[in-house]
């Protein structure tokens, strides 16, 4: 069965999916942004899973429990810092997204949610990130997995636009 791409604005923290993706730093500690909400909301018990993991390189992902959120699983995948876009930006974004779809997967997982990783703190520009997680999304749409849904969610009004117009094309 084909993969649903779709877009919705909101907070990830509150979505019934088997996995949400957070957008976290390489010492999966925790942090500020979507990451920190993803850890209030799931509670401590994901911080001590998490301190079991020794890290993240960037555009590598890892999954743990979701404990408090409605949410089954967290995979946690640390974006590229935006420096300009000569530093391998563009294909640690595409590994996050990727490997973050394949680990889903590999789990069985029916449904997963991202947010626009590396767009906020890390300055990423937001249409270049879009178009690389969509064109991800729609490669891995293609293949026969687990995956029913993936669902980008949009934190505010601008984003939400960006994601329509790319999905668009
Ligand atoms: N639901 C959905 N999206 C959200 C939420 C939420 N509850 N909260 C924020 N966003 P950022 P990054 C959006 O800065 O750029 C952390 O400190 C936000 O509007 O969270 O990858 C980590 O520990 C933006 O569109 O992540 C790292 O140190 C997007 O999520 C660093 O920030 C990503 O913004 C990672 O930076």
New binding site residues.
């Given amino acids: 069965m084909a993969t649903k791409i779709e877009v919705i604005q909101g907070?990830?923290?509150k979505l019934a999916v088997d996995a949400i993706v957070n957008?976290?730093?390489s010492s999966l500690l925790?942090?500020?942004?979507?990451?920190?909400?993803i850890h209030r909301a799931a509670g401590p018990e994901l911080l001590a899973e998490c301190r079991q993991l020794h890290g993240c390189d960037t555009g590598e992902a890892k999954i743990t429990k979701g404990y408090r959120l409605l949410a089954k699983h967290v995979i946690h995948t640390v974006?590229p810092i935006w420096r300009g876009g000569h530093n391998h930006e563009p294909q640690l974004l595409s590994n996050c997204y990727a490997n973050s779809l394949k680990l889903a997967a590999d789990h069985q997982l029916l449904s997963i949610a991202f947010?626009?990783?590396?767009?906020?703190?890390?300055g990423y520009p937001i249409e270049q990130a879009t178009e690389i997680a969509v064109a991800e999304a729609k490669h891995f749409s293609q293949q026969e997995t687990s995956l029913e849904e993936i669902i980008f969610?949009c934190?505010?009004d601008a984003?939400l636009a960006v994601y329509h117009q790319v999905l668009a094309y």
């Fill in positions: 907070d990830i923290t957008a976290a730093n925790g942090g500020g942004g979507v990451d920190g909400a974006g947010p626009a990783i590396s767009t906020g703190v890390y969610c934190f505010s984003d």
